[in-house]
Nanobody
Framework: QVQLVESGGGLVQPGGSLRLSCAAS????????INWYRQAPGARREFVAI???????NYADSVKGRFTISRDNAKNTVYLQMNSLKPEDTAVYYC??????????WGQGTQVTVSS
């Protein structure tokens, strides 16, 4: 099993920045990739970014050029650096671990609110 704990959310003005963290514990070696998803009120949960164990990354079109996913293997932590934030980025952000066996785990989420 894998446990995920997100942190770093908060209230930020449009154009501002936040860095989210996803700390993983448990069967770290079984992880294939870590995703960030987000869910706005009344909307479906949507993909934001992914980083694999090989270091490959990919992003949703809506965040390309503004968000950067990275990892610190020594800390078992994945980060999502969010710059040039827009009101439409307001959502609960979730960390998701995909294991090599195919199953996956979710964190509890962290709220990001972009508002003046």
């Amino acid at each position: 099993q894998v446990q995920l704990v997100e942190s770093g959310g908060g209230l930020v003005q449009p154009g501002g920045s936040l860095r989210l963290s996803c700390a993983a514990s448990g069967s770290i070696a079984s992880i294939f990739a870590i995703n960030w998803y987000r869910q706005a009120p009344g909307a479906r949960r949507e993909f934001v970014a992914i980083i694999t164990t090989s270091g490959s990354t990919n992003y949703a079109d809506s965040v390309k050029g503004r968000f950067t996913i990275s990892r610190d293997n020594a800390k078992n932590t994945v980060y999502l650096q969010m710059n040039s934030l827009k009101p439409e980025d307001t959502a609960v952000y979730y960390c998701n671990a995909v294991l090599k066996a195919g199953n996956n785990y979710w964190g509890q989420g962290t709220q990001v609110t972009v508002s003046s």
